[in-house]
């Protein structure tokens, strides 16, 4: 078995991923969908999720240092993408068996001081925020509801919505490892007509380059990991910045998504329903083979873009995985506010303490791939795996 977390985890002939080519007219082709689609007047495409973020809360308009509630279980982007927005997250902490923040939480926080102008919601991992609820408190206290679907893109909520049609506005994310997967992109969807006349510039030429190459990179490494020629290439090719991070580049200003990522991600749009079906079955096994002691709260709308479990020593379970070929250090994520695995902690405003669940479970969470290159018998082969190393360690 050779699977990983990231990696290209999604991609395959069919993925589209290694075609060269694409035409001028892909970005049109793709907002037009997206509007369609999510049955919006207006859909900007970016090169990144986060840019998308902080130009759906920029268009709110909302006064300089707002503050815009979010998951206190997130990523950096997100924080850069309300920060560099001109506005100040504010933390609402998630419950120690599920990863979104409650509507009880937020009405809380609605209640007390500072007062919140906006709401973002981010269905974790493809798991539903109680987005009813979260819908009729923002309606309540009239501040407007943000869906960022860096994680969900495709999920229907149990009213039947699609996440992404229900708030004022919403973020999508074509980034590596995504739902959407096309390397790099992402779209500010809204739902009035705005003022902007986007003239984006392109992102850097470097950058460019690297995510082209990305999925080529990927494959080799994914393909030679087991003779250490893999590690090679990957140390190498993260030295020279030949591999883009995830958590490469600012969230503003928003740039212009090239065509070749325009078509790639209108490709995976197609494929979508399929795609989540395969990954629900993959959570289902994991549902079914694991103890539900390590499980977190099901909901039957949940997409799984990764199945999420707690354990108490991560690190040692996630080594031990490595020696059956099953490469999960890419934990998303192991700090209330993460950077990539690894990587010094960024300053943010966050303040040890402030969300006391987000702590406990981002020092305890590992995720289980669903893509595509897990079958239902390999992630049974895993669950088995973690059954033995939970019985050596009892
Ligand atoms: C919840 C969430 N929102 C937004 C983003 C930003 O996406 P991107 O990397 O496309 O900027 C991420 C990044 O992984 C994320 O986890």
Redesign the pocket.
């Known amino acids: 078995m050779n699977i990983f977390n990231s990696l290209g985890s999604n991609y395959s002939k069919r993925s589209g991923a290694y075609s060269l080519g694409s035409d001028a007219k892909a970005p049109a082709r793709l907002q037009a969908y997206l509007k369609q689609h999510y049955r919006a007047p207006e859909v900007y495409l970016t090169y990144?999720?986060?840019?998308a973020?902080a130009l759906a809360l920029e268009q709110l308009q909302l006064p300089k240092g707002s503050s815009v509630a979010i998951n206190g279980y997130?990523?950096y982007?997100?924080y850069e993408?309300i920060t560099q927005a001109g506005l100040q997250p504010l933390y609402l902490d998630i419950e120690k068996n599920q990863l979104n923040f409650t509507a009880e939480r937020l009405s809380a926080a609605l209640k007390g001081s500072p007062k919140i102008n906006a709401v973002m919601i981010?269905n974790?991992l493809g798991m539903p925020a109680d987005i009813q609820k979260i819908k009729t408190l923002c309606a309540e206290y009239k501040v407007p509801l943000v869906e960022?679907l860096?994680?969900s893109i495709g999920m229907s909520y149990s009213s039947g919505q699609e996440a992404g049609t229900v708030g004022a506005a919403a973020?999508l994310?074509?980034?590596q490892d995504?739902m959407i997967d096309a390397v790099?992109?992402?779209a500010a969807v809204l739902y009035w007509a705005s003022k902007i006349q986007p003239n984006f510039a392109s992102a850097p030429l470097g950058h460019r380059f690297t995510t082209r190459l990305y999925p080529w990179a990927t494959w080799l490494i994914r393909q030679t990991i087991r003779l250490q020629i893999g590690r090679v290439i990957l140390k190498l090719m993260k030295s020279t910045k030949l591999l883009p991070g995830?958590?490469s580049?600012a969230?503003t200003p928003a740039h212009k998504l090239p065509s070749w990522h325009s078509h790639i991600a209108l490709q995976s749009y197609g494929q979508l329903p399929e795609l989540i079906a395969h990954r629900q079955r993959i959570a289902a096994v994991y549902r079914e083979w694991l103890p539900s002691t390590l499980q977190f709260s099901h909901d039957d709308t949940a997409v799984y873009l990764r199945f999420p479990i707690i354990v108490d020593k991560p690190l040692e379970l996630i080594a031990q995985l490595r020696h059956y070929g099953v490469y999960l250090s890419d934990r998303?994520y192991d700090a209330p506010i993460a950077v990539a695995p690894r990587q010094v902690l960024k300053q943010t405003t966050y303040k040890k303490g402030e969300c006391p669940n987000a702590e406990y479970v981002a020092a305890r969470m590992v995720n289980l791939p669903t893509h595509i290159h897990v079958s239902e018998k390999k992630a049974r082969a895993i669950a088995e795996h973690i059954n033995a190393w939970l019985e050596s360690k009892a």
């Open positions: 990144k999720g986060r840019e973020i997130t990523c982007a997100v993408a981010q974790t960022d860096a994680h973020a994310s074509f980034s995504k790099t992109g992402g995830p958590m580049g969230a998303w």
